[in-house]
């Protein structure tokens, strides 16, 4: 009996002593400032884990998210002050979530970004690029615009299709294809939604033109932020 009371003593010494857990994101730090700021909270006494992961929220900002679980609400405190040291600004400190980000355990979320960093401009080719359904349409197909400048088409009541696409005027998509012969337009926009989980950038195509071997229907894409 003794000895069942000392592993649960130990075990319990052992969990409560555990260091708290830091998820750096290192998606925008070169690999000498990552080992820089591993080595700092290491140091500190965190256990480091790195990641790769999309940024929580609409915009990129250096950010810490942690668990209400913490188990140790100076920890917060210690990681801001580590990464200042290296002239690191954190803008937003959030509690348990932001957008699809979670953290339930003993750990905190460390995303950062160097002082130089500008965000690439996404193009419109980029923002076309993606997995498109039907939209207000009975017919139920789907058109892939890949970043190959290649789509494919497929049609649950017909024939696949696939061929290539472009941007003209810098406001319509057009697809086609030689044999059989596909020229198709499609006028696209883009707008943002807001739901109770966040907020999703919205994709949509209107025909302008038809096809035999292409539903006339709007096509739509969402992708959450």
Not at 97 to 103: K, Q, V
Not at 131 to 157: M, P
Request: glycine share 4%.
């Amino acid at each position: 009996m003794k000895l069942v009371v000392a592993l649960i003593f130990s075990f319990l010494l052992v969990a409560c002593t555990a260091p708290t857990t830091v998820h750096l994101n290192v998606k925008y730090l070169d690999q000498d400032a990552q080992q820089k700021i591993v080595t700092d909270l290491t140091t500190a006494g965190f256990n480091v884990v790195t990641n790769k992961v999309d940024f929580p929220g609409n915009h990129l900002q250096p950010t810490i998210i942690y668990s209400p679980l913490i188990k140790n609400t100076d920890s917060v405190n210690t990681v801001l002050s580590t990464v200042k040291k290296r002239d690191y600004q954190v803008v937003q400190v959030d509690m348990l979530a932001n957008s699809n980000h979670w953290y339930t355990k003993d750990s905190i979320g460390l995303y950062l970004l160097p002082a130089d960093f500008k965000p690439a401009k996404q193009t419109i080719n980029d923002k076309m690029v993606g997995d498109y359904v039907t939209h207000n349409c009975e017919h139920d197909a789907s058109l892939s615009i890949k970043q190959s400048g290649e789509w494919t088409y497929q049609y649950s009541g017909g024939d696949d299709a696939k061929g290539n696409w472009s941007i003209l005027d810098s406001t319509y998509l057009f697809i086609e294809r030689d044999e059989p012969w596909i020229n198709l337009y499609f006028e696209f926009s883009f707008s943002q939604q807001t739901d109770m989980l966040g907020s999703v950038n919205i994709t949509k195509l209107v025909p302008l033109n038809d096809s035999s071997y292409i539903v006339k229907c709007g096509f739509i894409k969402g992708i959450r932020q």
